[in-house]
């Protein structure tokens, strides 16, 4: 983990990141899901937050989930990577 100019730390492995996406439209899928787990995170927590309840808020199969991330903690850890960025941007 590496410390932002904030001082909150932040993943920073390149495995952490989604699986690259090559058109949009699976840009604006992968957005889909990391806000259903936000949801998810949000209403219920973090053990409710399994692969397959993100897969079914975002109204999706569960391998469109595995096709853009290799498991619940790089879902996870690209939330809370999307969570900082936007504070970022908010205090900029």
Same mark, same amino acid.
């Given at each position: ?7 909150? %730390? ?10 690259p *996406?090559? %058109?949009?439209?699976?840009?604006? *899928? *992968? ?7 936000e ?8 053990? @409710?937050? *399994? ?6 808020? @975002? ?18 850890? @690209?939330v ?13």
């Amino acid at each position: 983990m590496s410390k932002s100019s904030r001082g909150c %730390q932040e993943p920073n492995s390149a495995s952490d990141a989604p699986l690259p *996406t090559r %058109q949009s439209r699976s840009a604006r *899928t *992968t957005e889909r899901l990391l806000d259903a787990a936000e949801r998810i995170l949000r209403e219920r927590g973090a053990d @409710a937050a *399994t692969l397959r309840a993100i897969a079914d808020r @975002a109204g999706m199969s569960i391998g469109a989930v595995y096709r853009r991330f290799r498991n619940k903690d790089a879902v996870l850890r @690209a939330v809370y990577r999307r969570f900082f960025a936007r504070v970022r941007k908010r205090n900029r």
